[in-house]
């Protein structure tokens, strides 16, 4: 059974300042996801990682994957408000492209 | 745009009726899902199809059925609802786009049974 591994939970950080989420998974995939979700809100993707060594970035957001190490990381750098919002990573697996989920990791910018 | 539609924002049932969430999808994408979403527990893969008629169940099954009649619709039933599940539904369809699959989710039914 494949698990996907969020750390942390929960992070609290204050605006400018760097940090990474991770994600670990358990077996073998070469597709990760990444998704932003606003309370209330669906989910909202923000990046599609298909490949050993890939990086994108989008603003202040910069996703990489690591497949050799089943770890993808989701680096934020210098925070601001606007970034408060749980982010979930997900691996497909399977033809048809099933999704298993990570628990999610709350982030909250303070001012 | 792809878009992804969810029949209710927010539901109220009694426990015991049949419940049916209705999700349909644009894009002429062949593999939809449900999930649900609990606090702590992130997402939760119900069932999803891959084709018209046809069905595979995910993690978490038990009181839940499913239908695909037609490729756009995926219908999620609750055949006798109970408190547990009480929850947030998302339904997502995964197509392709440049460069491999991604998923788009619809709003979301936020699912109260009493």
């Known amino acids: 059974e494949l698990k996907v591994e969020q750390n942390p939970l929960f992070l609290s950080m204050q605006e400018g300042k760097n940090y990474t989420i991770y994600c670990n998974y358990s077996?073998?995939?070469?597709?990760l996801y990444w998704y932003r979700q606003d309370p209330g809100k669906s989910l909202e993707s923000l990046f599609v990682?298909?490949?050993?060594?890939a990086v994108k970035q989008e603003g202040r957001l910069m996703a990489s994957l690591d497949t050799k190490a089943r770890l993808s990381t989701l680096h934020i750098t210098a925070a601001v408000h606007d970034l408060s919002a749980t982010y979930f990573c997900?691996?497909?697996?399977?033809?048809?492209?099933?999704?298993?989920f990570g628990t999610g990791t709350r982030l909250q910018v303070t001012l | 745009d792809v878009k992804v539609t969810q029949s209710s924002r927010y539901l109220v049932k009694r426990t015991g009726e049949k419940v049916f969430l209705e999700c349909v999808q644009d894009?002429?994408?062949?593999?939809m899902f449900w999930y649900r979403q609990d606090p702590g527990l992130g997402l939760r893969l119900i069932y999803f199809?891959?084709?018209?008629?046809?069905?595979e169940k995910g993690d978490i099954p038990e009181g839940y059925s499913v239908s695909r009649e037609k490729k756009e619709r995926f219908s999620l039933i609750l055949e006798s609802a109970s408190t547990n599940q009480t929850s947030m539904y998302l339904c997502?369809?995964?197509?392709?786009?440049?460069?491999?699959?991604?998923?788009?989710f619809g709003q979301g039914t936020r699912l109260t049974v009493v």
């Open positions: 997900a691996v497909g697996t399977g033809t048809a492209s099933k999704l298993t």
């Open positions: 077996t073998t995939s070469d597709r």
């Open positions: 990682l298909l490949s050993n060594g």
């Open positions: 894009m002429d994408h062949e593999n």
């Open positions: 199809s891959y084709d018209v008629k046809m069905k």
């Open positions: 997502a369809s995964i197509g392709l786009v440049a460069g491999g699959t991604e998923a788009f």
